[in-house]
């Protein structure tokens, strides 16, 4: 199995195919920045999920880096009003990711804010689904990012999102989709051979929303097919969301981490 994780090195990009997204419609979308030469560089999305913590995948962290959140974004390259850059705490990797095989799973990490946000117009919590929530087929969700426009193209400034439908674990472990190795604590989505995520997209919500009309994050993006970022049959592969509710609250909640 040949895959790509999809954080942005060093070039901030956007979803494959996508379309601009309605500035601040994903209020829980962050932009998480690392320190490079002087200059803060996005590498990766996250949601906000709590006001002083934030969800991402694990492939996004690096021990060595300074990393700070971006809330209130939809511009990277412009001052926006509601937007603020907040410095890391705490980051808390999941103790079972193994970075030599992404395709394990328990690609998620939480990282804890020096300060708390504020909701306003342009900053929300995201809502996560129930413990054990599986999506059907072909259930109707939004990537949303700044990952690339194409395998290997262009940059993008501002946020990105794209329909991107659950592909259920059945079909998805099929031979000719991404095989039986594929974990039951992920989600996959897209597969169409047009839309999908890319570099820049890790960490970023796979949002979903519910039969009450309040949108989820079901996934956090987590790799694609090292064939292309939209290639047919290979869709983009989230971390479950709904397979970790324990392991965020147990997190979330400790009095010290």
């Not at 954080?7 to 998480?32: C, E, F, K, M, Y």
């Not at 290997?152 to 099929?174: E, S, W, Y």
């Amino acid at each position: 199995m040949f895959i790509v994780i999809l954080a942005a090195i060093p070039i901030t990009t956007r979803v494959v195919n996508g379309v601009d997204a309605r500035p601040h419609s994903w209020p829980w979308q962050i932009s998480l920045q690392y320190l490079r030469d002087g200059e803060w560089r996005h590498t990766c999305g996250g949601s906000l999920i709590a006001t002083n913590w934030v969800m991402t995948a694990a492939h996004c962290i690096n021990t060595q880096n300074t990393y700070r959140v971006y809330v209130g974004k939809y511009n990277l390259v412009e001052e926006e009003a509601g937007s603020k850059a907040i410095s890391t705490e705490t980051i808390v990797v999941h103790e079972k990711w193994n970075p030599i095989f992404v395709a394990f799973g328990n690609d998620i990490a939480l990282i804890k804010l020096s300060e708390h946000v504020t909701p306003s117009e342009t900053v929300q919590l995201a809502c996560i689904p129930a413990a054990g929530s599986i999506l059907p087929n072909d259930y109707p969700c939004y990537i949303t990012g700044w990952g690339r426009i194409f395998t290997g193209g262009p940059i993008a400034d501002k946020l990105q999102q794209a329909l991107m439908p659950v592909v259920d674990h059945a079909t998805c472990t099929k031979f000719d989709w991404w095989g039986p190795a594929l974990r039951d604590t992920m989600v996959c989505a897209g597969g169409d051979g047009i839309v999908g995520g890319c570099n820049g997209d890790s960490g970023g919500p796979l949002n979903c929303k519910n039969s009450e009309g309040v949108w989820e994050v079901h996934g956090i993006a987590s790799f694609v097919s090292g064939l292309g970022c939209n290639y047919e049959k290979k869709p983009t592969v989230f971390t479950r969301v709904s397979a970790f509710n324990d392991w965020i609250d147990q997190v979330t909640s400790a009095v010290t981490v």
